[in-house]
């Protein structure tokens, strides 16, 4: 059984920097493909960033690319996010995502490809 537990959100002005950790708890989570995804009102999720199993390759969305780092620990079982030069529209609920089968492929980690999601933080940005 895998747990994903996020940490971190808030509110923050439009410019301020704000960190999300995921800590990851069951099966073998080294082996496994992480990434975070958001989802805003009235929008359907969508991929932030994701990075490979063995935390070598990372992936970004467009609208974060250059803003947002993510990265994970040494044992590969806490996963970060962190986001710098914040704009409003980066208001969501971010979601701390697991692929669904290990040893998972050097791409992006999609929604489809999720096997255990978790319950969300709320990040606030104003203007």
């Known amino acids: 059984q895998v747990q994903l537990v996020e940490s971190g959100g808030g509110s923050m002005q439009a410019g301020g920097s704000l960190g999300l950790s995921c800590l990851a708890s069951g099966r073998n989570i080294a082996r496994y493909r992480m990434g975070w995804f958001r989802q805003g009102p009235g929008t359907e999720r969508e991929l932030v960033a994701t990075?490979?199993?063995?935390?070598?390759?990372?992936y970004y969305a467009d609208s974060v690319k250059g803003r947002f780092t993510i990265a994970r620990d040494a044992n590969r079982s806490t996963l970060y996010l962190r986001m710098d030069m914040l704009k409003p529209e980066d208001t969501a609920v971010y979601y701390c995502?697991?692929?669904?089968?290990?040893?998972?492929?050097?791409?992006?980690?999609?929604?489809?490809?999720?096997?255990?999601w978790g319950p969300g933080t709320q990040v606030t940005v104003s203007s």
């Open positions: 990075i490979t199993w063995n935390g070598t390759i990372t």
């Open positions: 995502a697991l692929d669904s089968t290990p040893w998972g492929p050097d791409e992006p980690l999609l929604v489809d490809g999720v096997g255990s």
